[in-house]
């Protein structure tokens, strides 16, 4: 009986599992020599114990093949939307480059100047704050010699919002003609910035829902009426999956509030722009911006308006993943993060200032090259690395497009829940917004502190010799770009580092710990480096006087003038001289001596140190401690 030979798609499956199966024993091998274990005594499996999960909850494993193929998506521009909301993208410009302006009070006629040299340097779009020191009474003056055919416009008016937008559409109507016309598309789409909803979490002053919706049923096309700003909740800790929902659940309250005023489903639809937080977390972002199309298209679909269900989105560099402190490595970040948004699809990107979470009167840099470094980074981008020449180049990547399908499907369980909840308002209302950003918040706080999440200049690497920003900062949410419930990455050990500067000021030095290194150098350097780093995190210096004997600490302790030691080696160190070690830092007066590494490391014994300075502590509540004995503990003070 002659046999049926298998098909090609069972040959290559077949050969797909062995080749899985191969990586997966090679990987495991790995583990287990990293482990100095055998393969059989892993725990898991290599895909499991490399696998990771992100704050929403989603798994992410460390190898993505064919079997994870989803299907195809369409075309960018049509129905479902996920590869992007724009078929008419000019590649050569890719997305609009939008500035801010209007922070400050500099006047209007400097402003104009301002933004309209920017237009001549790249920027493509313009985002107006109105209350600094603008009006909308300074519109026409402002956005004189602007084609506003052409260049989108964005307000951020606050409760000025619906004056803002009379004048906006005012000065639309008087704008200078442009040279040559062109028709409207999705990168042109001007937004009158209105947000009540969203604002209704977040404390920003914005306008009153009602009116807001009369002025939105009669916008003119070209302009959207209503910005909803998931940037309300990122900055204030919501994960990416719930700031996908709730601005989804913000927006389907405003098309209900549309065509209960006599919009129809697709004009209300129309009137819908979305501000989406982008970070450092590039393949985050990138999925981020897909699954919000994904979902808003859904949403369309369900009105029975697929074809209006283009989400119009506006990426802002994350503030709360900016830092106080080194705030160069901002630079970094908010690259990383323009470029998530641009290659995630984003229609229009603003990358925030590299020092925009320090007060003003605060920063060292002028204004002018924190916008130029700013307005830059999006134009290397483009220009240079000619990101923006393909429309959603992470298009058919295994990992990325299950990366945004799962995204979409955990918004979407979000959204749902809050629809189950009486949609958005009622949400707000109860209260379960504000607890589900709050312990959002509270698993990313966690994480930061136990510094299993990296804050590159914060929590690792920081340096305790740059400028003092003085006390009483860390926390500020009085910023161009914050909201009250900003709450931004760094910002407890940057509060640990106020209370160092203020010690600083008061007394010409900063809390110290001293270091007590047992052994050659070879073997303790790696402690002492990470005993430093660490405490450096909450703006502790580290007394390193250098390989020390137990006749040698009395002299050591009295030079730190310090009452905290960290005694560093190796296990075996600790067993051979360690005890001696402790014995001469009690007689030296110190009241804690602490062990760097495990406590198992240490001997058995009577006498044990007072705790343990490790991977994987609460590193806040460490320092914390530290601090608070330091600088209310007098130097030398015995136990």
């Not at 922070?103 to 309209?116: K, W």
């Not at 509030?257 to 982008?278: H, K, M």
Request: charged fraction near 20%; proline fraction near 5%.
């Amino acid at each position: 009986m002659s046999q049926t030979p298998a098909s090609t798609s069972d040959r290559s499956d077949r050969s797909l599992d062995e080749a899985y199966e191969a990586w997966s024993s090679a990987a495991a091998a790995v583990l287990a020599k990293s482990r100095r274990t055998a393969v059989e005594d892993l725990p898991a499996g290599a895909e499991e114990l490399l696998s990771t999960t992100t704050p929403d909850g989603l798994r992410i494993r460390p190898l993505y093949t064919r079997k994870d193929e989803e299907a195809e998506s369409g075309l960018p521009g049509a129905f479902p939307f996920v590869r992007g909301a724009d078929p008419d993208r000019d590649v050569a410009l890719g997305w609009r480059v939008t500035e801010r302006f209007g922070d400050d009070d500099t006047p209007a006629t400097t402003v104009n100047s301002a933004l309209l040299e920017a237009l001549s340097n790249g920027a493509s779009g313009l985002w107006l704050s109105l209350g600094a020191g603008l009006s909308a009474e300074d519109l026409p003056t402002v956005l004189d010699g602007v084609y506003l055919d052409l260049i989108p416009v964005t307000l951020d008016a606050g409760g000025e919002g619906i004056t803002a937008a009379r004048a906006l559409l005012s000065a639309r109507e008087n704008a200078v003609a442009t040279p040559a016309s062109a028709a409207p598309t999705s990168a042109t789409i001007t937004s009158l910035g209105l947000s009540p909803l969203t604002a209704a979490f977040s404390g920003r002053p914005s306008v009153d829902g009602a009116e807001a919706t009369a002025l939105a049923v009669d916008v003119p096309a070209g302009v959207r009426a209503f910005r909803v700003d998931g940037t309300d909740f990122a900055t204030a800790g919501a994960d990416n999956g719930l700031e996908i929902a709730l601005v989804v659940a913000a927006a389907v309250t405003h098309l209900r509030d549309l065509t209960a005023a006599g919009a129809s489903a697709a004009d209300a639809l129309r009137q819908i722009t979305f501000a989406v937080a982008a970070d450092d977390d590039q393949f985050a972002t990138i999925a981020k911006f897909r699954a919000l199309r994904t979902i808003w298209a859904r949403v369309a679909e369900v009105l029975g308006s697929p074809e209006s269900g283009a989400a119009i989105t506006h990426g802002v560099t994350d503030l709360s993943m900016q830092t106080q402190r080194d705030p160069w490595v901002n630079m970094l970040r908010t690259t990383i993060a323009a470029f998530g948004a641009g290659v995630g699809g984003a229609d229009q990107v603003t990358v925030l200032g590299f020092d925009a979470a320090i007060p003003a009167e605060r920063r060292t840099s002028s204004a002018t090259f924190s916008r130029r470094i700013a307005r830059n980074t999006q134009l290397l981008l483009l220009e240079e690395s000619n990101i923006g020449r393909v429309l959603d180049p992470a298009g058919g990547s295994w990992f990325v497009e299950s990366l945004t399908d799962d995204l979409a499907r955990n918004a979407w369980t979000v959204f749902a829940q809050i629809e189950a909840a009486g949609g958005y308002r009622a949400a707000l209302r109860s209260g379960w917004i504000t607890d589900r950003v709050g312990a959002s918040l509270s698993r990313r706080d966690e994480s930061v502190a136990h510094r299993r999440t990296a804050v590159t200049g914060v929590n690792e690497f920081p340096n305790l010799d740059e400028r003092p920003l003085g006390a009483d900062v860390a926390d500020s949410t009085d910023l161009p770009h914050g909201s009250p419930r900003l709450a931004r990455v760094g910002r407890t050990y940057e509060e640990l580092r106020d209370r160092s500067d203020a010690v600083l000021e008061q007394t010409g030095s900063r809390p110290s710990v001293l270091m007590l290194p047992l052994g050659p150098v070879a073997e303790h350097n790696g402690r002492t480096t990470f005993i430093a780093n660490l405490l450096a995190a909450g703006g502790i210096a580290a007394v390193n006087p250098g390989p020390l004997a137990a006749d040698d600490i009395a002299a050591a302790v009295a030079d730190a003038g310090t009452p905290i030691a960290v005694v560093c080696g190796t296990k075996q160190r600790y067993a051979d001289d360690g005890g001696a070690a402790l014995a001469a830092a009690r007689a030296a007066g110190l009241s804690t001596v602490l062990l760097a590494g495990p406590d198992k490391e240490w001997p058995d014994g009577d006498d044990r140190p007072d705790g343990s300075l490790r991977v994987g502590i609460d590193a806040v509540a460490t320092l914390t401690g530290l601090l608070d004995q330091l600088t209310h503990e007098p130097a030398g003070a015995t136990s």
